[in-house]
């Protein structure tokens, strides 16, 4: 167990549709990444958190939006879903930076 | 930018040989790398990790070499099982960047 907890594990929708995939990062740690991973792909990353702030951004698409809360518990938003958004999104934390990357189980996102 | 594979290398090893993955990295200011394994349908797991200024690092049954000069770091497998059957990937930071880029991938596939 690597202690970031990622709610929903699997979450089936419709076109068109808006999701909130949750995350809750290690006890201690202000970073927040988000990662998608679709099939036979590697991990691309989304954007980034650090103690509530948008550090970094990646190939994150306009229709997507997350951010990072007080108690350090992230969402990423997923918008006007496409059958293409689906794909395993993974959330990650860690402490002060240039440390490993702790990785939660993912959600698993349908969208038929 | 992120790096992202869009097919999977595979390496087919025999259980009980040893086995060698490779990583390549762009960037010369990378300064710690990361190891990880992931299973079908999980998260990413921390296997082990090295700093820039050690060349070699040692786990239970896993090695990771690092040469600077040719920005290329490798994990070795000692006695394979079946157990160890998973995608690997890479990842660099660089200090302060709160950056990591995650190598394409390579799936090992042990062969009983």
């Known amino acids: 167990d690597s202690g970031v907890t990622q709610t929903p594990k699997h979450l089936i929708t419709a076109t068109g549709q808006r999701v909130t995939l949750r995350c809750s990062p290690r006890s201690g740690d202000l970073s927040v990444y988000w990662y998608q991973q679709s099939l036979d792909q590697g991990l691309q990353f989304l954007i980034q958190?650090?103690?509530?702030?948008?550090?970094a951004k990646g190939n994150i698409l306009e229709r997507f939006s997350a951010q990072q809360f007080p108690d350090l518990h992230s969402e990423l938003n997923l918008s006007s879903l496409e059958l293409g958004d689906s794909a395993l999104y993974f959330c990650?934390?860690?402490?002060?930076?240039?440390?490993?990357?702790?990785f939660g189980s993912g959600t698993q996102l349908s969208v038929l | 930018g992120e790096s992202v594979g869009l097919h999977l290398p595979t390496l087919s090893v025999q259980e009980g040989d040893n086995s060698i993955i490779n990583c390549a990295y762009s960037n010369s200011a990378s300064d710690y790398f990361i190891w990880y394994k992931q299973e079908s349908g999980k998260g990413p797991q921390f296997i082990i990790d090295?700093?820039?200024?050690?060349d070699k690092r040692q786990g239970q049954r896993v090695t990771v070499l690092l040469n600077k000069t040719v920005k290329h770091l490798s994990l070795q497998i000692a006695a394979t099982q079946p157990g160890d059957s998973a995608v690997y990937f890479c990842a660099a930071t660089t200090s302060g960047t709160y950056k990591y880029i995650f190598g394409t991938g390579t799936r090992l596939k042990v062969l009983a």
């Open positions: 090295i700093r820039s200024n050690m």
């Open positions: 958190y650090y103690n509530g702030e948008e550090r």
């Open positions: 990650a934390s860690s402490g002060w930076g240039n440390e490993k990357l702790f």
